[in-house]
């Protein structure tokens, strides 16, 4: 009978620990994505965010984590897609009529921008947080 209780309570300690590597994989996974997407360069982010939202997650705490920092980096680059219609609006050849829309598109940028820049520091924070946690 002990030895029964022994096995019983092995056995369920070990399912805990599978449980905990698996939330440990599942978390270094998101991580990984994230840190790619934050260390690329601009040009590199938006196939990146796209690896990032492709990516699975089933627990609640990684899962957003993926969806704060997607919403940061979707951001992040809505805003350096606008930059660029600017700047092409702006170009010499561009009519005059076209600075207008450059002008509102511009502040549809910046705000963007300023936006994704909060929510990467977010993204960032609760990174941090959720490694620190699982730290084994």
């Given at each position: 009978m002990?030895?029964?209780?022994?096995?019983s309570a092995l056995s369920l300690l070990g399912?805990?620990?599978?449980?905990?590597?698996?939330l440990e994989a599942e978390a270094a996974r998101i991580g990984r994505a994230v840190d790619a997407l934050r260390d690329a360069p601009n040009e590199a982010k938006a196939p990146l965010l796209g690896a990032?939202?492709?990516?699975?997650?089933?627990?609640?705490?990684?899962?957003?984590?993926?969806?704060?920092c997607s919403r940061a980096y979707s951001r992040h680059v809505e805003g350096l897609d606008k930059s660029a219609?600017?700047?092409?609006?702006?170009?010499?050849d561009a009519g005059a009529e076209q600075a207008g829309a450059a002008v509102a598109l511009l502040?549809?940028?910046?705000?963007?921008?300023?936006?994704?820049?909060?929510?990467?520091?977010?993204?960032?924070?609760?990174?941090?947080?959720?490694r620190r946690r699982l730290k084994p």
């Open positions: 002990i030895r029964i209780l022994v096995l399912c805990r620990s599978q449980e905990a590597r698996a990032l939202e492709a990516e699975a997650c089933d627990d609640s705490e990684t899962c957003g984590l993926k969806a704060l219609r600017v700047k092409a609006m702006l170009a010499p502040k549809e940028a910046e705000s963007a921008l300023a936006e994704a820049a909060q929510l990467t520091e977010d993204c960032a924070a609760k990174q941090g947080e959720l």
